[in-house]
């Protein structure tokens, strides 16, 4: 089955800088990658995904990359701010009509004014 | 907006006891998910459900049940509950097709003792 393995565990980064967190999958039939952030007591919350046929996605701040070939996808936030820190988690699936998601163990990015 | 509601946000049960954890959704969708969420693991699929009295096994299904008796609730039981199952448990929905974003309810935190 499918197995999604995400890194760092934690990132600390000042306010105004970048973060980049990656993930890498091991099923090559996977063509949806979705990332949630979850904030503290809160539920996860979908902020941004891409399909395989696409390569970059932008919003905002907020930006994925797709490397089918490699098997690997990030998630860019730039100039972030302290409402940023949370935990986020990418996700992989296939096709299939009930969209099964694997998920990374989740990084713990924390934002310092 | 899609609500998802978990019908407690704490519970505290004993070893041995038959436990049950609901979830409604308000949006008519196809799709139901069960995880839980333990640190360091990220969120791992108990059981899903793509239709009423359907369900399917994720990758952590012992231990646990589920039933669909209508397409709004997905209840979650613990047969016999254990130490090892408390945690934190997600429900999600999402509409039937490929790149459906999963919509999560605010989780219950379960505490066997």
């Known amino acids: 089955g499918e197995n999604v393995e995400q890194h760092p565990s934690t990132l600390s980064v000042q306010e105004g800088d970048s973060a980049v967190i990656k993930c890498t999958y091991s099923d090559s039939a996977s063509n949806y990658f979705p990332w949630y952030k979850q904030e503290l007591g809160k539920r996860p919350q979908l902020i941004i995904d891409?399909?395989?046929?696409?390569g970059e996605k932008k919003d905002q701040r907020i930006a994925v990359t797709l490397n089918k070939t490699a098997k690997h996808f990030s998630l860019h936030i730039t100039e972030t701010q302290p409402e940023d820190s949370a935990v986020y988690f990418c996700a992989a699936s296939r096709d299939t009509g009930f969209q099964k998601l694997v998920f990374g163990t989740g990084t713990r990015l924390l934002v310092s004014p | 907006d899609v609500k998802v509601t978990q019908s407690s946000r704490y519970l505290v049960k004993r070893t041995g006891e038959k436990v049950f954890l609901e979830c409604v959704q308000d949006?008519?969708?196809?799709?139901m998910f069960w995880y839980r969420q333990d640190p360091g693991l990220g969120l791992r699929l108990i059981y899903f459900s793509y239709d009423v009295k359907m369900k399917e096994k994720g990758d952590i299904p012992e231990g646990y049940s589920v039933s669909r008796e209508k397409k709004e609730r997905f209840s979650l039981i613990l047969e016999s509950a254990s130490t090892n199952q408390t945690s934190m448990y997600l429900c999600?929905?999402?509409?039937?097709?490929?790149?459906?974003?999963?919509?999560f309810g605010d989780g219950t935190r379960l505490s066997i003792l």
């Open positions: 891409i399909r395989s046929n696409v």
């Open positions: 949006m008519d969708h196809e799709n």
């Open positions: 999600a929905s999402s509409p039937q097709g490929n790149g459906q974003p999963q919509h």
